[in-house]
């Protein structure tokens, strides 16, 4: 298996008024890790975006990692497109 490539960068950046700008995988994997409530990892909707964001780093389609992203956002956070 190949190592994972975090530096990725997304189709298109994502901006999180407040939180911050997400341009690269490393920046979903923070927003994950860092920002968003534990209580929103476990929801099986935000496991699939980490699913998805761990086969990106590994050579996947980053937009299989930005469209669930944006799918679940509105319960969490209100993003902006840069």
């Known amino acids: 298996m190949s190592r994972p490539n975090w530096s990725r960068q997304l189709p298109r950046p994502l901006v999180i008024p407040q939180v911050m700008t997400l341009k690269t995988l490393a920046d979903v994997r923070e927003l994950v890790e860092r920002h968003l ?6 929801k099986a909707t935000w496991q699939h975006v980490v699913a998805q964001l761990a086969k990106a780093a590994r050579g996947g389609d980053t937009i299989n990692v930005v469209v669930p992203l944006q799918m679940v956002h509105s319960a969490t956070f209100a993003f902006q497109q840069a």
């Open 37 to 42: 409530p534990a209580e929103c990892r476990e």
